[in-house]
């Protein structure tokens, strides 16, 4: 294949990751009961996206090609965004300045690499407006691209959110959102708004 066919092949294939993508997005918010404000975790491995094991293949032009476009469904929706980094950063996270200090999360002192964080948090890191690290969410939702494990970062009564189109690339996809508590016992009642 020539260069020009490889660079061609290549612009279709981040096309159709990026479309799919904003099809997750789409799929997603119409069943996750989430209000504006709320946050919405992201785990996404770049490698996964090209079908390969995950933590081997970091592609930059992947991450931003998911990530700008979550990222902008999202915040059209008004919702805010954490972007999870991987194990060598032990998961931390990339969140606008300004969602962090409303959540009241600390800043940590880190800055993504493909390798050392991952594509899709670099992307993040890019594109976000006054990006910063922080150790740990309690998203009200989450979307893991590739098994990454983003539970840690949602509260506690997580709910599984299907999509009927639960693949980007090669990559896996889970979808959660959390519920409050249901407290009480057989007398009490509940609001339905909440579940």
Known sequence: MCQ?????????????VRSDAVRVIAEFLEQAKLRKGDLVVIGCSTSEIAEQHIGSCSNA????????AMYEELRHAGLAVAAQ???HLNRALIMTAADAGRFGYEEVNV????????????????????????ERVQAHAGIDIGDTLIGMHLKPVAVPVR???????????????????????????????LE
């Open 4 to 16: 020009y066919e490889k660079d061609n092949h290549e612009k279709k294939e981040y096309e159709k």
């Open 61 to 68: 032009a992947l991450g931003e090609a998911v990530f700008t």
């Open 85 to 87: 980094c991987c194990e």
């Open 111 to 134: 800055v993504p690499q493909p390798k050392a964080g991952g594509s899709f948090s670099t992307a993040a890191w890019k594109y976000m407006e006054d990006p910063v690290a922080v």
């Open 163 to 193: 999509i009927e189109h639960p693949v980007i690339g090669g990559a896996h996809i889970v979808c959660a959102r959390t519920r409050a508590k249901y407290i009480g016992g057989e007398r009490a009642h509940y609001n339905e708004e």
